[in-house]
DNA sequence: TCATAGTATCCGTCTTGGCGAATATGTGCA
DNA sequence: TGCACATATTCGCCAAGACGGATACTATGA
């Protein structure tokens, strides 16, 4: 088996053999529908975590978590300040993936959506 | 940044509301490691399931199932040559974006690796 | 100090989906 | 026409993880 584990995932400098757990990890932050519109969402500007719990429409728990998900993953930044936490996005790369994805999805998204192989958990509100 | 309500689908067929499960959708197909290590691997050339088979070291079944998943979602494109079928990626846009998000996860991957939010499904065998 | 409000964490439940193995489909060759 | 090979699909099993609700933590203000 090729593996690459004489290759040390040092921050700042992935190689090419166990990041793809990594970089796996890292797109299924994005894999879930809540998250990425909490992500877009914040894409906006900075926002607080009742902000998004108004915005999104779960649980102030689920919300929470799935910030902090998004921010182990270095999507965004939280800011605390007295007894709120205001979360935002601060590598403009991020949009630039978000970007790039959207439109690779929107090239495709007949077949995408016919898709039965991956099915995005149907949670959050469906659709408004 | 106000952009992320004004990010146009090119499609045209991605409205903003419904949009957000279809993308999610895209991004979890990159969110697991056996698909993503496979996509890695078709960015480098054309290769037959067979070869893809040797390569990642997964059953049959599971790698026709896992590239039927990747060509449904668009990251790459199957050509059939009598009994074989060959995989490849098309679109220079998937590399960009594999690219990006390598980038991103690499000036994180200590947090992203502490995460224990998500747990990517490691790779073939389970963890030891 | 206590009450309150904003946020974070824990827990039980239930669905998604990855896995190998078995099997089906399809193509080329004798 | 039947066998062999390459790929696709199905099935049962089981872990990851998303959810709401309960609760713990923390900062502000009275």
Redesign the pocket.
Same mark, same amino acid.
């Given at each position: 088996m090729s593996e690459a584990a004489d290759i040390a995932p040092v921050d700042g400098l992935l190689g090419q053999g166990d990041e793809v757990g990594t970089v796996a990890k890292f797109f !299924?932050a994005l894999g $879930?529908p809540?998250r990425l519109r909490l992500l877009e969402f914040l894409l906006d500007g900075e926002r607080?975590?009742?902000d998004c719990v108004a915005h999104i429409g779960?649980?102030?728990?689920?919300i929470? =978590?799935?910030?902090?998900?998004l921010a182990d993953c270095g999507y965004v930044h @939280?800011r605390r300040e007295? !007894?709120?936490?205001y979360y935002r996005v601060t590598d403009p790369r991020v949009a630039e993936l978000v970007m790039l994805a959207r439109a690779l999805a929107a090239d495709n998204c007949t077949a995408l959506d016919a898709c039965e192989?991956? $099915?995005?958990?149907? =949670? @959050?509100p469906r659709r408004m």
């Open positions: !299924r $879930d809540s607080s975590v009742s779960l649980s102030q728990g689920r929470s =978590t799935h910030l902090a998900c @939280a007295g !007894r709120w936490c192989r991956i $099915d995005a958990p149907a =949670t @959050a």
